[in-house]
C-alpha cells in the first residue's frame, strides 16, 4: 500500500522544490511533474512529488491525517 502526503510548493529550485507538510518542510523532486509553480498543492510518495492535487482536496485529506493523529493519542 502507498501512502501519499499532500504538501504545498514553497520554494522551487530546479527540478526540486521545499513543500511543507503538515507543519514540516521537506526537499521534494518535482520532475515528474510540468509547471509545479509557488503554493501549489502536491502529493509526495517517497521523496517525490508524484501529483498535482488542488487546494481543497489536498486541506480535507491533512484533516484527516490530523483525525487519525488525535485517534492515536487517545
Do not use: W
Not at 49 to 72: H, Y
Amino acid at each position: 500500500m502507498c501512502l501519499g502526503i499532500p504538501g504545498k510548493v514553497i520554494k522551487i529550485e530546479d527540478r526540486n522544490s521545499l513543500i511543507e507538510a503538515m507543519g514540516v518542510s521537506r526537499n521534494v523532486n518535482i520532475e515528474l511533474l510540468k509547471d509545479v509553480q509557488l503554493g501549489d498543492y502536491v502529493l509526495v510518495h517517497a521523496g517525490c512529488a508524484i501529483a498535482k492535487i488542488d487546494e481543497e482536496e489536498a486541506l480535507q485529506t491533512i484533516e484527516l491525517f490530523k483525525e487519525l493523529q488525535e485517534l492515536d493519542h487517545d
